[in-house]
């Protein structure tokens, strides 16, 4: 049941929350006086401190070849790992850790790789790009401006991890105020310094593009046997979300271990956890683990729970054909507040808007351009048209002289049509272009756009096209965030 390492290079994920059981033992690391030292750190990532109830902490999962002090993995270590050749930034585990000040739970929140959203710079993105993408880039820009490879490598690391931060920051309403980044053999070696942890699956499973090869219910999985099962995305039910829910239960399963009095009380399984935090896991520089952990030495499982954000569709696609996961910040938000008790702040709604004019949109055909820098804009807003009624017309970007205002231009100023789709897109400025035929408006774009960009955000009753999405042909998927995940049931539960 052994699989060779697959021959497919790409994209992997990790079981990032691993991370979290560490943090739940680490008091235990303060007869450890090395801990302080040996870790590797990261600065310059923009993070909070704010006080708003809770420590705020950014998990992430790198498919990195390297160990957290940059230096290359062993090829022994390669071939465990089953991860291919490939050398990338990927950052296919996002997590966000909500830890009251007291120190009394923990609630570890996942979001799909896939996530839609904003990312500074690039505009509407995959999630997991924010941090790749960035970095190359500003590498690319830093390698021109004459610097030198590691001068570059570090610029355009910082660079990504920050774009990481903002994105998630922008789309949860949480600021962050700790980071912590850990590489595929981190994965590894934290579970087999516990000796291995329990999984249990609803089917026999044989996915060689991960390397995932097992037999139907429960078994004890270590190293390479455990990163196959949480990295499997493929041929799986609910494709990313299945996965994601595979490392939450793994998760759960490890904490339960990691807390348990025969991991507590082993010195020698302590100091393998240690070092593989040592060797594996970048902090920001600003957090002192150790204290922070103190603070928490009286968790007990059950006080550990893993849930995912609200997804809106998990079969999104974007104007351009791109698969994506589509979420609705707004309901991220919310969900995320009631987490802890707290109301999301407040949306400022003194906008008044005018009375749309009683026309039939399927008269009306819009053309919608991009003047601005926010990447698929253009996308979206003609998205909640076409979900309104409106005939799509031509989506692209502006090819004339920017503008600094959103407006629809018609036939004439007093266009019915132009009247309505201004309404509809939070009351925008209405000007003429003689040169468009009657029963035609052309909406032309800026940054200072404030209307909808969703189906909901607009009060369509139809949901089948939102943030970021084209015309999809087929119905939303939704997935509603299940019931969590708890660390300290008995014995692991079972899953796709």
Not at 55 to 62: A, C, E, F, N
Not at 119 to 146: C, F, H, Q, W
Not at 275 to 286: F, I, P, Q, T, W
Not at 359 to 376: A, C, K, L, M
Request: net charge negative; aromatic share 4%.
């Amino acid at each position: 049941m052994h699989p060779a390492p697959p021959r497919r290079t790409g994209r992997i994920a990790l079981a990032v929350l691993s991370v979290l059981a560490l943090v739940i033992t680490g008091f235990a690391w303060q007869s450890i006086d090395s801990l302080r030292n040996n870790l590797a750190t990261a600065g310059g990532l923009g993070l909070g401190g704010g006080d708003d109830g809770a420590v705020d902490i950014l998990m992430v999962g790198t498919d990195s070849r390297t160990d957290a002090h940059g230096n290359p993995l062993s090829e022994q270590e390669l071939a465990t790992l089953r991860a291919g050749e490939e050398i990338a930034s990927n950052t296919d585990t996002i997590v966000l850790i909500r830890v009251p000040n007291d120190g009394s739970s923990a609630t570890a929140i996942s979001i799909p790789r896939d996530s839609y959203v904003k990312v500074p710079g690039l505009g509407m993105s995959k999630i997991n790009a924010a941090y790749g993408a960035t970095k190359e880039t500003t590498r690319l820009e830093a390698v021109e401006d004459g610097a030198t490879p590691e001068e570059a490598e570090k610029k355009s690391t910082e660079a990504g991890r920050e774009a990481l931060v903002e994105s998630v920051a922008d789309l949860t309403g949480i600021t962050v105020d700790h980071y912590a980044e850990v590489g595929l053999l981190g994965f590894v070696l934290l579970t087999n310094a516990v000796g291995g942890v329990d999984v249990c699956l609803n089917d026999d499973v044989c996915e060689p593009l991960s390397g995932a090869d097992f037999e139907a219910g429960e078994q004890t999985l270590e190293g390479a046997d455990a990163l196959s099962l949480v990295r499997q995305r493929h041929a799986l039910p609910r494709g990313d979300l299945d996965r994601i829910v595979r490392q939450q239960v793994f998760m759960a399963s490890l904490v339960n271990q990691a807390l348990s009095a025969e991991t507590l009380s082993n010195p020698s399984k302590l100091d393998e956890l240690s070092s593989a935090v040592e060797r594996s896991v970048v902090l920001d520089e600003g957090w002192d683990i150790v204290d922070f952990a103190q603070k928490l030495k009286d968790l007990a499982g059950g006080e550990v729970k893993f849930q995912t954000i609200p997804v809106a569709d998990i079969n999104g696609m974007t104007d351009y054909g791109e698969s994506i996961v589509r979420v609705e910040p707004d309901e991220v938000k919310k969900y995320i507040s009631g987490l802890v008790g707290e109301e999301p702040e407040s949306v400022e709604t003194t906008t008044t808007t005018t009375e749309a004019p009683d026309i039939e949109p399927s008269t009306v055909t819009v053309n919608v351009s991009n003047s601005g820098s926010i990447g698929g804009l253009a996308g979206d807003v003609a998205a909640v048209l076409t979900t309104a009624g409106y005939n799509q017309g031509e989506v692209a970007n502006y090819e004339g002289e920017a503008v600094s205002e959103s407006t629809v231009f018609a036939h004439s100023k007093d266009d019915d049509g132009a009247a309505a789709v201004a309404a509809e897109l939070g009351d925008i400025t209405v000007e003429t272009d003689s040169s468009l035929p009657e029963g035609t408006v052309h909406v032309v774009l800026s940054d200072d756009y404030s209307g909808p960009t969703s189906a909901s955000e607009a009060g369509s009753a139809s949901s089948e096209t939102s943030s970021g999405t084209g015309n999809v042909s087929t119905s939303p998927t939704p997935a509603p965030p299940g019931r969590p995940i708890d660390a300290g049931t008995e014995g692991p539960r079972c899953v796709n």
